[in-house]
């Protein structure tokens, strides 16, 4: 028999997963838990092949489950329950550590489909593949206050969270966004949670994705690899400039050939577009550009033309430097370009191949490439 423990604080969904999923036939039975406690107490003292878990439930909640089966059963598939939608944080995921995700209510049959799939393949969703960026954006989604205590080949460190927010943190002598900078790069990470966020005013000012993909890019930096620029430096005011200039046209459109065509080394990228946001037509495009983008494009420019807007009713202080759209197969991921933000690039990602945060950075890397080339 294959064991099946579902972890939940609703009595009414314990017991409609366990008729539901429970399956003698195919030797699948089903095990129950109120919350994380007692899924510990469950899976030290019987063989467990998948958890299915909610995030939030008292006592010991989803997060802290998820910490304590990365630390002794890495090797178990998980499904998690949440209230944001299954695409949505997917995609704010990315590819790398992913989970399945159930939103409530869900279709019971398809969760029965997905965990015989699962339990056929005993590979995806396992606690071992997430990383540690992965549990902080799902941390941030679900506005989880708590303090991570974070270690790595010796080091360690502390994350604090604040519904969501990371609002401080600590390694060594390094204290707030420095330190936070240090921890997010930490690979094969341990982690532990508690439930609790000291008070005192926030130190960190800058967003969690901000931070992780500075965090990325300094830790390249210091491996001696190519690196793209800082990704809160503004474009070049050239491009507008030069895009516009008819007498260079030959010359500008073999520059933006060669920036385009640096989307071949990124991972799950089946285009990439340069495109005017006054009209949304596609200026060029490298990979199958013409046959994805034209439409994708036209979508993006109407979203870049109420970005003005959305900064701010936002009120972020900051403008927004990307869009992400999600698909069922594809991100679209859209940075705008020049002074008026005349003109955008648009990157088209397979999202079963693709890992979104290394795209995010490939991105920048390729705009400021870009500037450079059509300034020169």
């Known amino acids: 028999m294959r064991t099946v423990l579902v972890v939940d604080d609703e009595p009414s969904v314990l017991f409609a997963l366990s008729e539901g999923l429970a399956d003698k036939r195919?030797?699948?039975?089903?095990?129950?838990?109120?919350?994380?406690?007692?899924?510990?107490?469950?899976?030290?003292?019987?063989?467990?092949?998948?958890?299915?878990?909610d995030l939030r439930m008292p006592e010991m909640d989803g997060f802290e489950l998820l910490a304590y089966l990365r630390r002794n059963f890495a090797g178990v598939p998980v499904i998690l329950m949440?209230?944001?939608?299954?695409?949505?944080?997917?995609?704010?995921?990315?590819?790398?550590?992913?989970?399945?995700?159930?939103?409530?209510?869900?279709?019971?049959?398809?969760?029965?489909?997905?965990?015989?799939?699962?339990?056929?393949?005993?590979?995806?969703?396992?606690?071992?593949?997430?990383?540690?960026?992965?549990?902080?954006q799902l941390l941030e989604m679900e506005r989880k206050t708590c303090t991570l205590h974070v270690s790595s080949m010796g080091r360690r460190g502390d994350l604090f969270f604040r519904t969501g927010r990371l609002i401080d943190a600590e390694s060594g002598d390094l204290r707030g966004q420095e330190a936070a900078?240090?921890?997010?790069?930490?690979?094969?990470?341990?982690?532990?949670?508690?439930?609790?966020?000291?008070?005192?005013?926030?130190?960190?000012?800058?967003?969690?994705?901000?931070?992780?993909?500075?965090?990325?890019?300094?830790?390249?930096?210091?491996?001696?690899?190519?690196a793209p620029s800082p990704v809160d430096q503004e474009p070049d005011e050239v491009l507008q400039a030069q895009v516009a200039a008819p007498s260079a046209a030959s010359d500008l459109a073999e520059k933006i050939g060669e920036s385009l065509k640096r989307a071949r080394t990124i991972k799950g990228a089946a285009a990439l577009l340069l495109g005017e946001t006054a009209t949304g037509a596609v200026l060029a495009s490298t990979g199958d550009g013409a046959e994805l983008g034209s439409a994708a494009a036209l979508a993006v420019a109407q979203l870049l033309r109420q970005k003005q807007r959305v900064d701010e009713q936002l009120a972020l202080g900051d403008p927004l430097q990307e869009i992400l759209v999600?698909?069922?197969?594809?991100?679209?991921?859209?940075?705008?370009?020049?002074?008026?933000?005349?003109?955008?690039?648009?990157?088209?990602?397979?999202?079963?191949?693709?890992?979104?945060?290394?795209?995010?950075?490939?991105?920048?890397?390729?705009?400021?490439?870009l500037v450079e080339r059509v300034s020169s």
């Open 26 to 53: 195919r030797g699948v039975q089903v095990i129950t838990a109120e919350n994380g406690r007692d899924a510990v107490g469950l899976l030290e003292s019987e063989r467990v092949d998948l958890v299915l878990t």
């Open 82 to 136: 949440t209230a944001l939608g299954s695409t949505e944080t997917a995609g704010r995921l990315g590819t790398e550590g992913s989970f399945e995700y159930f939103t409530k209510p869900f279709d019971v049959a398809a969760l029965k489909r997905k965990i015989t799939e699962m339990l056929a393949a005993s590979v995806k969703g396992r606690v071992e593949n997430i990383s540690l960026a992965s549990f902080l």
């Open 181 to 226: 900078l240090e921890i997010v790069t930490w690979e094969h990470a341990m982690i532990e949670i508690s439930d609790f966020c000291p008070p005192g005013e926030p130190v960190i000012e800058r967003a969690l994705h901000f931070l992780l993909m500075e965090g990325m890019r300094l830790k390249d930096e210091a491996e001696g690899s190519a």
């Open 326 to 369: 999600t698909s069922a197969e594809r991100y679209y991921l859209a940075r705008p370009l020049g002074v008026g933000e005349d003109y955008f690039l648009l990157l088209i990602l397979d999202r079963q191949r693709a890992n979104l945060g290394r795209a995010q950075l490939d991105l920048v890397a390729i705009e400021r490439d």
